[in-house]
């Protein structure tokens, strides 16, 4: 089992930043690929970003590319979401996310395994 808590997330202004960082206890951080999600109200979830278990491979939607960057730090077993130049479609419900290694090269949600229970990001125009 793997236990995820995210935190960092608020209300910003459009062009404005957050950085929102998610802390896992349990089974070996290392063990897992991350990966981020998020949930505006009335839609699905979608496939933000993710990162593989060493940290060398990224994926990105097309949506946040160049705006917001996945990292993380096996030895603070965190894995960090900066998120620049913020636009109101950014509104959402962020969840962090652990599967299988071979997970973080794709974006659909039924390959993870453990979810946080969000953090709200509210970009106001």
């Known amino acids: 089992q793997v236990q995820l808590v995210e935190s960092g997330g608020g209300l910003v202004q459009a062009g404005g930043s957050l950085r929102l960082s998610c802390a896992a206890s349990g089974r070996p951080f290392s063990s897992y690929a991350m990966a981020w999600f998020r949930q505006a109200p009335g839609k699905e979830r979608e496939f933000v970003a993710a990162?593989?278990?060493?940290?060398?491979?990224?994926n990105y939607a097309d949506s946040v590319k160049g705006r917001f960057r996945i990292s993380r730090d096996n030895a603070k077993n965190t894995v960090y979401l900066q998120m620049n130049s913020l636009k109101p479609e950014d509104t959402a419900i962020y969840y962090c996310t652990a599967g299988p290694r071979s997970s973080w090269s794709g974006k659909s949600k039924s390959v993870y395994d453990y979810w946080g229970q969000g953090t709200q990001v509210t970009v106001s125009s």
């Open positions: 990162i593989s278990w060493g940290g060398v491979n990224r």
